[in-house]
């Protein structure tokens, strides 16, 4: 076999270049290390600043890296979690305003539950946190749905898995900054960004979680016949309550996430996200719906701090349009049929409390969620609406709903 | 510890200090440090299989020893079946424990509970290695073995956990004959540019685009439609993964080894622009191949023992080198199908070579058309290796036959939305990789890093074309090196394990 084993003498040729090579591979890694890092670090001092906040949480795909890292230096006092279905919906300076407390958006694209969690185990340490926001469909997905995505990082979180402080988290989180290859892509996104923001361009052609979908591509019409079907067959009486269905049962990470949020006497507002109609499947039995309020009375009942539980996810002015009147510019969706962060605000108002904001139909304020914990029956109000997908509205609603949404 | 993370390089950075400091002082010393520093990588993760890799060792080293001594030929034998049923004892037990029993509970309705066995990391890789040792003690082919050499043989961290499985001619010889342990500028140089290049395609060209994949894959899992586009995405999607991420890896072993003078065989070789199923297994995972092509497949009969006996040797070896891959059903068939392309692979020659021997010169290939005709070879292995792809990779049976359905057109055109999303539109870069351009051994060949290069491209009679792209120890590659290391740096992911390291 061929194999060189002498070693050259010290002066060798080959070990000459070979020292030259060297010397120069480790001049370019320090020297682009050093400017990417400088880059880096003022960059980051440019995403803390307030007016960029919107534009920082909304933005996708870097979000489980920075995130965890902006949430600590803001402290907000009311955080939102789950995937992008909840990122797109909350913007956070819109939000915070009309709640008057600062909002924090910690949804990351595809979060997975156990992400979700993490998240929220990491979140935990900030004391000025006072309610968190929870969006349910991240925890009653597909099982077999991936643990994590690409990017999670554990390390940089505040606490373990089990809770227990992570080792030299300061360095690791300034590593990460500095030295991480999403900080470079992030921030060449983010600037562009302002830049475009800064040079007035309108706010759906710069930042994604604003831009909207064009309602007329989509056929509505076997939609409309279903959910308001001649008026005769639409006023039939609502399906008396079951029994939520087994095998609905949401993740574990929920309950671990859940603990967690009442061992802090931290508010809880779960809801699940409304989804246009188009991409709702009928469901009248409202199985998972029941289910989720089923599991979430009883973890009220041991838990310290209050859990409140919203529906939207059923036929009203928010899922509805466009289905009767032509919408080419949604005014709740975006393009992949993510509510706008328009929709959240409607969210926030109903959830909290407070007044919708101006211009908002008054059916719309009047029936689009609730908190289902509270109320005497829960059950009813969410079948009653659950029906309405299959053309069923009861003894009201369908021809106020019908007007409205022919007039909007 | 994955070679494409941080803490790796960490591990290595401080290796190449204390290395560099105690050896040009003391020449010997680079030996017991790269044994001290193998078991300190191998035991990053379960310190207790530590006395399992020692184990191995040292009854390995006991039966190759006896064996070298000399013994009656009654006695050798005996001695050669010991140490082999032991070591496929060891593998059977970590490995397969779960498997046959969860196989019999499911065959004869059983209800033995299923051993809960973590894997020993390597142990694949390091179990062939000894075997091998132990078949060439037999034979008298190992000139010399020391204890210490032995040790490394096995526990040298660049080929433990992933392979390539080396032989202990390649291997032993190269430490016997070190005298001078030093580390030398021009290795390191040319080990860190090739460490570099395969970092890169792990964590830059592959790794960030995998989650694509797996909602496929999670799709198939959980029973949902899927159409003949989701298929094919699924297999020539994860057909690129393993590609760069095994093309990785062994760039990186290679590379790693050399850094310390020591030289690793060529273990992949742009396997996609195989024009046969035979060729393809000539160039992907090599030392597997060679392994299972001398140590199994020439014992069952090879193939000079008529037609049915070769048939019969190609499927069980391929088979057991599916099994060899992960202890499950959606493995022997990957391998069964293999050993099947190569039955057919076989049956062709045969025919054309009849056909060969009757026909006249003037009805052989006619120039023109050889071209086209390798082309049309190459895309058509290329399929047929991407189809096998998803019982590679599927959760289990079920979504491994769903998918193969679907790309065979039992299903919709297309239900997964990801034409146009993440990992489909770098198809055709992939494909520009994979067919069209040099593979890193090529690029790095005159620098002679891996072993028997030469028997897959003779640089001296057919040069690397453009010239520019052959790597030497020059001002611009020392650019280009620090470019490629540092995108690959920055894109480290502690996600992703090298797929090679399950097995």
């Known amino acids: 076999m061929d194999i060189d084993t002498n070693q050259p003498s010290d002066d060798s040729p080959a070990r000459a270049a070979g020292r030259r090579f060297l010397r120069i591979l480790a001049i370019g890694v320090v020297t682009i290390a050093s400017v990417v890092a400088c880059i880096n670090l003022v960059a980051w001092r440019y995403m803390l600043a307030e007016e960029n906040q919107a534009i920082v949480q909304l933005l996708s795909g870097w979000g489980r890296i920075y995130k965890p890292i902006l949430y600590d230096d803001i402290k907000p006092e009311i955080a939102v979690f789950g995937a992008s279905w909840a990122r797109d919906g909350f913007d956070p300076i819109e939000t915070g305003k009309l709640l008057g407390r600062r909002v924090f958006n910690h949804g990351v694209s595809g979060g997975s539950a156990y992400e979700t969690r993490r998240f929220a185990d990491s979140a935990l340490g900030n004391p000025n946190l006072q309610a968190a926001i929870v969006n349910l469909d991240t925890f009653f997905r597909n099982e077999t749905a991936a643990r994590f995505r690409y990017g999670f990082d554990e390390s940089i979180l505040n606490v373990d898995a089990e809770h227990r402080p992570t080792p030299f988290v300061g360095l690791r989180r300034a590593y990460s900054l500095a030295l991480g290859g999403w900080a470079v892509g992030a921030n060449v996104k983010l600037i562009s960004t302002i830049l475009a923001r800064d040079r007035g361009v309108a706010r759906p052609d710069y930042l994604e979680s604003y831009e909207q979908r064009n309602l007329t591509r989509r056929n509505m019409k076997p939609l409309r016949d279903r959910i308001f079907p001649d008026p005769e067959r639409a006023r039939r009486t609502t399906a008396g309550y079951t029994e939520p269905q087994e095998g609905v049962i949401p993740d574990e990470e929920l309950d671990i996430l859940i603990e967690g949020f009442c061992a802090n006497g931290v508010d809880i507002y779960a809801y699940f996200t409304p989804t246009h109609m188009y991409k709702q499947s009928c469901d009248v039995t409202a199985s998972r719906e029941l289910a989720a309020l089923d599991y979430l009375r009883r973890k009220q009942r041991s838990c310290v701090s209050r859990i409140q539980y919203f529906q939207f996810a059923y036929a009203n002015m928010v899922t509805l349009e466009g289905v009767l009147s032509p919408v080419k510019a949604s005014h709740f969706y975006r393009p992949d049929g993510h509510p706008r962060p328009t929709a959240g605000l409607m969210m926030a108002a109903s959830m909290f409390d407070k007044p919708f904001p101006p211009g908002t139909p008054p059916m719309l304020a009047q029936d689009f969620g609730i908190d289902l914990i509270s109320h005497a029956d829960a059950e009813g109000w969410l079948l009653e609406r659950a029906a309405r997908c299959d053309g069923d509205w009861g003894e009201q609603g369908y021809d106020a709903m019908k007007q409205e949404l022919l007039n909007p | ?503």
């Open chain 2, 1 to 503: 510890m994955v070679f494409a993370s941080h803490s790796f390089l960490a591990f290595l950075l401080i290796l190449l200090a204390v290395y560099w400091l105690a050896a040009r002082h003391h020449a010997r010393w680079g030996k017991p440090i790269l044994i001290v520093a193998s078991f300190i990588f191998y035991g990053f993760w379960i310190p207790a299989y530590l006395v399992l890799l020692v184990a191995s060792i040292l009854f390995n080293h006991a039966i190759a020893r006896a064996l070298m001594a000399g013994p009656a030929p009654q006695m050798r034998r005996m001695l050669t079946v010991l140490g082999i049923a032991l070591n496929l004892a060891l593998i059977g037990f970590y490995k397969y424990a779960g498997f046959v029993v969860e196989s019999l509970n499911w065959t004869l309705h059983t209800g033995f509970d299923v051993p809960d066995i973590i894997l020993p990391i390597g142990i694949s890789f390091f179990t062939f290695q000894q075997i091998s040792l132990l078949v060439d003690a037999y034979r008298g082919r190992v000139q010399q073995l020391r204890f210490w050499d032995h040790v490394l043989f096995i526990a040298f961290f660049p080929q433990l956990i992933a392979g390539p499985i080396v032989r202990q001619d390649e291997m032993l010889p190269q430490l016997a004959a070190r005298t001078d342990w030093r580390l030398r500028a021009d290795y390191i140089a040319i080990g860190i540019a090739l460490f570099s290049f395969g970092l890169f395609k792990k964590s830059v060209l592959i790794d960030p685009f995998v989650p694509y994949l797996d909602l496929v894959y999670d799709a198939a899992a959980a029973g949902d439609a899927l159409g003949f586009v989701d298929g094919w995405i699924a297999g020539i999607g994860y057909g690129f993964q393993i590609y760069f991420d095994f093309s990785a890896y062994s760039d990186m072993a290679i590379g790693l080894g050399f850094m310390f003078g020591l030289h690793l065989p060529v273990n992949f070789f742009s396997p996609y622009k195989a024009h046969s199923i035979r060729d393809f297994w000539r160039r992907w995972h090599i030392s597997l191949s060679r392994f299972l092509r001398d140590y199994l497949f020439i014992p069952l009969g090879g193939s000079r023992h008529g037609m049915m006996r070769t048939v019969a040797a190609l499927m069980i070896t391929m088979s057991l080198g599916g099994l060899w891959h992960g202890a499950g059903w959606t493995f022997v068939i990957w391998g069964m199908l293999h050993g099947a392309y190569l039955v057919v692979n076989h049956f062709w020659r045969a025919l054309v070579a009849r056909g060969r021997g009757q026909a006249s010169e003037s009805r052989q290939r006619p120039r023109w058309l050889r071209l086209p005709l390798h082309a049309l070879s190459v895309v058509v292995t290329f399929l047929a290796v991407s189809f096998t792809w998803v019982f590679f990779r599927a959760s289990d049976f079920d979504a491994a036959l769903g998918l193969a359905s679907a790309m065979l057109g039992f299903g919709g055109w297309h239900e997964v939305a990801l034409i146009t999303r993440g990992i489909v539109p770098l198809f055709p870069l992939y494909l520009l990789i994979v067919w069209f351009m040099p593979n890193t051994m090529e690029l790095f060949q005159a620098s002679r890093a891996a072993l028997h290069i030469e028997q897959y491209r003779d640089d001296r009679q057919r040069p690397l074309r453009p010239g520019w792209l052959k790597f030497e120890l020059s001002t611009r590659w020392a650019a280009i090196t620090a470019a490629v290391f540092i995108c690959a740096w920055f894109a480290l992911s502690n996600l992703s394990p090298f797929i090679y390291f399950q097995f």
